[in-house]
């Protein structure tokens, strides 16, 4: 950022947040989804179908990329009469679209200055993403309307625990968006008073971050007796999968907040909140339509707000699972709810036999463990996992808490499986800031990939 515009920002920061921070285009999503409260279901999915009609249309007359790829399916948008036609429409994944290049981009946008970005690599393979201001603000406006449920309004101060960014700089001050953003990869026990100091001093009472992030955060609280100095009312979590030990670790040091998970992708497609009440994680039906792959349980999703790269059943590699609850409550306008998203397509292990695990089950294998602040589990071969544990604690004590660990493992792998592990301080994230918290290197065949 130049300085011309460095300074701008400082003054235009002292305004108040409505009219400089958002636009027109923010207030118009966020009324079409408030809308929703007054809707009944019929009405949403009446809204829904002709959001993904009026998507389908769009991006088969604007893209080389649709067109193409619709006529040589035989699949025209005017074959679209209801939900059931939509199976008619052929899978995209980013393989597709990182291959079709500019292709995908609409027309009426490809000669305009975009913004351009990229998905975190996560699964290994960046994706050059295109978006503009507009898309930008249709975002932010889903994710203040699901963050409305603990209490958080747009503008109000949040304290950021999220991607690493360069430099030796302990936090970054951004007074223009409301955000204090805290370096993770420089926390720690030195220098978490004087954090927890300069966070107070904002009077910010909203943390947003991964869950490896806070989670790493909340066990600097704990282990420096800092609880209750800092009483945020929300802790809105983002971007990674959450276990039940992280929850437990951060329930501990803030006992008072309330938690929002938010669910979405760097290609905004779909957009879900986990329901603090158990329930599960709910889609917003007007930003996305939202598909269940029944083979896999893997997610496929149809964008409403991207019109720069629409993506149309584009496959999310992420894995739900799927129980009765896969229904929206009676008295909810959000759908579908799931029971719980568990990571990626690309984190599914696999026992001896080649039967497919979920990386959910990590969190079960370390539920309860006080020892272990982090961990990643790597399968090498379809009989050999190497378990990848960080701790600050003694060998002994760690060594006493791995034993129930490695059984729960054992029932899931079943004794076939052979257990190799690794001892270490700090287990490295990902460039984007993330923890993975799975690797498999082989495919279902044992092959290696």
């Known amino acids: 950022m130049s300085f011309t515009k460095e ?50 249309t769009y991006a088969y007359q604007e893209t080389t990329f649709y067109q193409q790829l619709y006529d040589a399916h035989g699949f025209h948008p005017g074959q679209l009469k209801d939900f059931s036609d939509i199976r008619r429409i052929p899978l995209i994944n980013k393989q597709m ?24 690599g996560s699964t290994g393979k960046s994706l050059t993403l295109y978006s503009n201001r507009a898309i930008n603000q249709r975002e932010w406006a889903a994710t203040c309307f699901m963050w409305q449920d603990v209490g958080y309004r747009p503008g109000d101060g949040r304290v950021e625990l999220r991607g690493l960014f360069a430099g030796e700089e302990e936090y970054k001050m951004d007074p223009y968006h409301r955000v204090l953003r805290v370096n993770v990869s420089r926390l720690s026990h030195y220098n978490i008073e004087m ?51 992280q929850i ?82 009676a008295d909810s306008y959000l759908l579908p709810t799931i029971r719980s998203i568990d990571g990626r397509v690309s984190e599914i292990m696999y026992r001896p ?26 399968q090498h071969q379809l009989n050999e996992i190497e378990m990848v544990v960080e701790t600050t604690r003694s060998e002994k004590e760690l ?5 129930p660990i490695l059984k729960r493992l054992q029932v899931i792998f079943t004794n076939e499986m052979s257990f190799k592990i690794t001892l270490v301080t700090h287990i490295p994230k990902e460039p984007s800031g993330k923890l993975k918290t799975v690797e498999v290197l082989i495919d279902r065949e044992g092959v290696p990939v």
């Not at 036999?353 to 463990?369: E, H, N, P």
């Not at 060594?399 to 034993?403: A, C, L, P």
Request: charged share 20%; with cysteine.
């Open 97 to 120: 679209v990182k291959a079709c290049g500019r292709d995908i981009i609409a027309d009426r946008h490809k000669h305009k200055r975009l913004l351009i970005g990229a998905t975190s």
């Open 7 to 56: 300074i701008a920002k400082q003054i235009l920061s002292y305004f108040p947040y409505r009219y400089i921070n958002v636009g027109k285009e923010f207030y118009v999503w966020l009324n079409k989804f408030e809308r929703m409260k007054t809707m009944t279901s019929e009405q949403i999915r009446e809204a829904q179908f002709q959001s993904f009609v009026n998507m389908v």
């Open 399 to 403: 060594m006493d808490e791995i034993k």
């Open 353 to 378: 036999s080649g039967d497919m695990v979920s990386s959910a089950l990590v969190a079960i294998a370390l539920r309860g463990t006080a020892s272990v602040t982090a961990c990643k589990l790597i």
């Open 195 to 245: 954090i927890m100091k300069r966070i107070l001093e904002t009077g910010y009472e909203f943390i947003h971050g991964y869950p490896s992030s806070v989670s790493l955060f909340s066990r600097l609280v704990l282990e420096n007796n800092l609880v209750n100095h800092y009483r945020p009312k929300a802790i809105m979590l983002a971007s990674e999968t959450v276990y039940d030990y």
């Open 248 to 329: 437990d670790t951060i329930r501990k040091a803030f006992p008072v907040a309330k938690l929002n998970m938010h669910y979405g992708q760097s290609e905004k497609v779909v957009t879900a909140c986990w329901d603090v009440d158990g329930i599960g994680y709910s889609f917003n039906p007007l930003y996305g339509y939202t598909e269940i792959d029944p083979d896999t349980n893997a997610l496929i999703g149809t964008s409403f707000i991207n019109d720069v790269t629409p993506f149309i059943r584009y496959e999310l590699m992420d894995v739900a699972t799927v129980t009765d609850t896969s229904i929206h409550p």
